[in-house]
């Protein structure tokens, strides 16, 4: 896009900007109050758009009432022809992630299988981003569960390497899965690189959908090796073909043209909705996924038009056709767009009748269905802090709970984290790790004063801010808590609690919570529920602290083997890091590979053997 022009309105009634704003095409930005953007979308004409959000008469449709209600002020960015507008707006969505627009998760959460064609015996691998290279990326599938069963059914038919680069060097004899004949051994045996290529296409076939035409070519290589009397070839082919039938069982045929094609139907309701996507190939069903949006203005036809141009990224595989329940307004430039990502002409269609037409009202009924199920879930989490809410005496309702954790061993590398949650459910996005800097000894009461002072201190206003804020130990605890934002001035700002885990040795049965000016813990009497809520929240912070204090103490440990090998300085011990990871996997690398990273010489890499060789026999 060529350089755009940038109109800013200053922060007046929004209302008042509109004769200044231009006629061109363009991208909008709506902001609240607090200046955070809220709201991004385009328009053909921003004047014309934007005069929609602020009319004197009011608005026919309450999303936008809704909308304009909250917004402060509004900034454009006008572009050359609206195609540039359709692909600004997406990239200023996944970069400033608004709370009123269709924001697709980060594909980080969503994992792939990944494949590089480039190896000599390839396996495929977990990936929960799609680079930018040379690998086929099949999915995303739908959970970890599902991925992980995939890869399973694929390792286990076709008979490909499980073990990773550093393993498949240095190993010289099969392992269990080679033992279990769920693998050609090509690390330890003479595999034929043909032999292996052929199971890797064959796997790549079932992973396009192309199952059936698997079965096909299986059934004829059966036959024939039948036919040739060798029977324990034609016995191996039965048994991948009656693994290949059993899978196919559980598929869903639902066109009868064998076409690849994505349905997407979208349902809303109160202000929450939901995107269901079916993956057809080949004319079966091979995925289902529901992506649920709690709070979103759109309408239905906006948000399918902003989620597909974000579900389709770099290295996605896009279908020729593409059926959606609510056409979007700017249908022909998604074409457009779509095109150019797949090389070939791609249909973005609503099918009115025949087997197509009830493909989509599946997708429909299957988003309906969802938006119900996400519907009472929130109804139950939010009677469930309502209820916290008036047991803990609250003063407000505890839609952002932040919990806070210390970590260490015998003082080593202390560190604390914070997880959060909104609404009752984690917001992995916004947990935090800290790293103990001020404390010198063991002491959890001052780490826990010194990570509050460093959350909220020096907090900026647009950091969202926590309705409760709840401490990992007993009244100590608590009180180091009150002591900290007392000295900070926010003894207001929120609620403050802790929870303590019960001492068996005193016959206490149940964990405690405590909360500012009472002795006692709190009692939830027949509510048990909520203490079981408030342990899940605790036990979560337990885990991501841990977990970060165990990565620090593998890293200083990787660290102080290294320190002291001539040629081995800070920048080349962070690149060992990175690399590697691991003592074992620096042990495990060749001459060569150590030889070629960058800065490193067969000298110097010789050194570091010898030295890591040295300590693992003095027990390091």
């Known amino acids: 896009m060529s350089t755009s022009d940038f109109d800013s309105v200053r922060p007046e009634e929004p209302a008042q900007k509109l004769p200044a ?121 739908a959970s970890a569960h599902a991925v992980r069963e995939t890869l399973g059914i694929i390792t286990k038919t076709f008979k490909l390497r499980k073990c990773k680069a550093s393993e498949f060097r240095i190993r010289t004899r099969p392992c269990l899965h080679c033992q279990m004949n769920g693998c050609l051994a090509p690390c330890c045996r003479d595999v034929d690189p043909r032999v292996y290529q052929e199971q890797v296409q064959e796997a790549v076939l079932f992973l396009k959908g192309r199952t059936h035409e698997l079965i096909r070519k299986i059934r004829v290589q059966m036959d024939a090796a039948s036919e040739a009397c060798e029977f324990e070839k034609a016995a191996r082919l039965r048994d991948k073909l009656f693994a290949l039938e059993r899978t196919v069982e559980k598929q869903i045929a639902v066109t009868t043209d064998f076409h690849d094609r994505d349905v997407f139907a979208a349902a809303a309701l109160g202000g929450a909705a939901v995107i269901t996507c079916f993956s057809v190939r080949g004319g079966f069903v091979t995925g289902t996924r529901h992506f649920p949006f709690p709070e979103t203005m759109a309408a239905e036809d906006e948000m399918l038009g902003a989620f597909i141009r974000q579900y389709y990224g770099p290295g996605a595989f896009v279908p020729g056709e593409i059926f959606v329940s609510h056409p979007p307004e700017d249908a022909a430039l998604i074409e457009e767009w779509l095109s150019g990502h797949r090389g070939q002409k791609v249909r973005l269609t609503r099918p009115e009748r025949g087997e197509k037409a009830r493909l989509l009202d599946m997708a429909r009924r299957n988003a309906a269905n969802e938006l119900r199920n996400l519907m009472e879930a929130r109804t139950s989490d939010r009677d469930l802090l309502a209820r916290l809410q008036k047991r803990l005496g609250l003063s407000r309702l505890p839609r952002r709970i932040e919990c806070f954790d210390n970590s260490t061993l015998m003082g080593s590398e202390p560190v604390a984290g914070m997880v959060v949650f909104v609404d009752g459910k984690p917001e992995k996005s916004a947990y935090r790790t800290f790293r103990i800097q001020t404390v010198a000894t063991p002491d959890d009461y001052a780490s826990m004063s010194e990570i509050l002072k460093r959350r909220f201190g020096q907090a900026e206003p647009s950091r969202a801010q926590p309705d409760l804020v709840m401490l990992d130990g007993g009244r100590g605890q608590l009180g180091i808590g009150v002591a900290a934002l007392r000295e900070l001035g926010l003894t207001d700002a929120f609620d403050l609690i802790s929870i303590a885990k019960k001492d068996e040795r005193r016959g206490e049965t149940q964990d405690k919570v405590f909360v500012p000016n009472r002795v006692n813990p709190v009692s939830f009497g027949r509510e048990g529920d909520l203490r079981l809520f408030l342990q899940r929240v605790r036990d979560e912070t337990h885990r991501f602290a841990v977990a970060f204090h165990r990565r620090r103490r593998r890293k200083s440990s990787l660290t102080s083997v290294l320190d002291g090998i001539r040629g081995i300085g800070p920048a080349r011990k962070a690149l060992l890091v990175k690399h590697f990871g691991s003592i074992e996997a620096i042990r495990a690398a060749r001459l060569e590979e150590l030889s070629a990273l960058p800065g490193f010489n067969r000298r110097i890499a010789e050194a570091m053997q010898e030295k890591l060789n040295r300590a693992l026999k003095n027990g390091a």
């Open 21 to 141: 704003v231009s006629a061109e095409p363009g991208v909008y930005l709506m902001r609240d109050a607090q200046g955070q953007i809220i709201y991004v979308g385009k328009a053909r004409n921003l004047r014309k758009r934007l005069a929609a959000y602020f009319k004197p008469s009011g608005h026919a449709d309450p999303k936008v009432g809704a909308l304009a209600a909250r917004i402060a002020d509004f900034e454009t960015i006008i572009t050359r022809t609206e195609k540039e507008a359709l692909i600004l707006e997406s990239n200023l969505i996944k970069r400033h992630r608004p709370r009123y627009n269709v924001v697709l998760k980060d594909d980080k959460r969503y994992p792939s299988l990944r494949l590089d064609p480039g190896e000599d015996f390839p396996r495929f691998t977990i990936a929960r981003k799609i680079g930018e290279d040379d690998a086929l990326y099949f999915g995303p599938f």
